[in-house]
């Protein structure tokens, strides 16, 4: 396993460097598991979702909040305080793949494990199975990954911490995942396309079924400190990257190299 504290980029690059992790993970490479945040905040939105559909547009364009396609599934998730992780790997990596249960399990095992190494009591949800996806009633079609809580995903007092969806591929998967730092996720609810009321609803649904680690973390934890104890957790046989050392890691071949695409305000 090969852990890169990757650092902050805006939600695209961040999408762009998982897309390549997940293939370069098709091709065997060794596991990767990225730590990174997003500058500036932005949304995600899982893969099969529409944006159209899902955000108001206009209303993010004025405000300036970019969005972002995962390479995973799941819904959306405002990121402006929250640590994130990728893990790619291959399906036959003995540690790493395997069924789509196990490797999730074995991922948030590790996440849990971190976070109560830094004094956050953090734990496994329940079994609490996950709404019908299916489920659209009138103005409820559009709803925020942080409003549900599946096996295998972890929880804060009873409350949800962490969102993670898990993309599989013929030959590799790749698992993607955010921790709240506070409690900014909660202004998702500005952005979708939803009636005010409704958006009232999802804001207030929000900030009752999640919960934050910043009151054990303090504000804004270094990513780093994060890395360090994920690095403690791993097999000993584990190496660790900064930003820069692991760019090595988006390349596909031996022949390709990896540049960062512009940001909107660098375009």
Known sequence: MILWVDGAHDAAENMRRDERLLARATEGAEPVLRLFAFAPPGITLGRG????????LER??????????????????????????SLSAALDHRDWGGAASRAYARASALIVASLNRLGVPAAF????????EGARGPGRGTE??????ARHEVVLHGRKLVGSAQRRTARALLQQGSVLLGGAHVGLADYLALPEPRRREVREQLRMRTAHAG????????LA??????????????SHRDAMEGLFLLT?????????????AEA
């Open 225 to 238: 400190t994060w890395g360090d104890a994920l690095m403690a957790e791993l097999p000993p046989c584990s």
């Open 60 to 85: 993010c364009a004025a405000d300036g909040i970019a969005w972002a396609l995962r390479p995973t599934g799941g819904r959306a998730i405002f990121h402006a305080d929250d640590w994130s992780y």
């Open 125 to 132: 949800a329940p079994g609490v199975a996950r709404a019908a």
């Open 252 to 264: 596909l071949s031996k022949n390709d190299s990896y540049t960062r695409d512009p940001s909107p």
């Open 49 to 56: 979702q529409s944006p159209e559909r899902e955000l108001d």
């Open 144 to 149: 925020p990954c942080f409003t549900s809580t």
């Open 215 to 222: 009151d054990y973390l303090g504000p804004a934890p270094p």
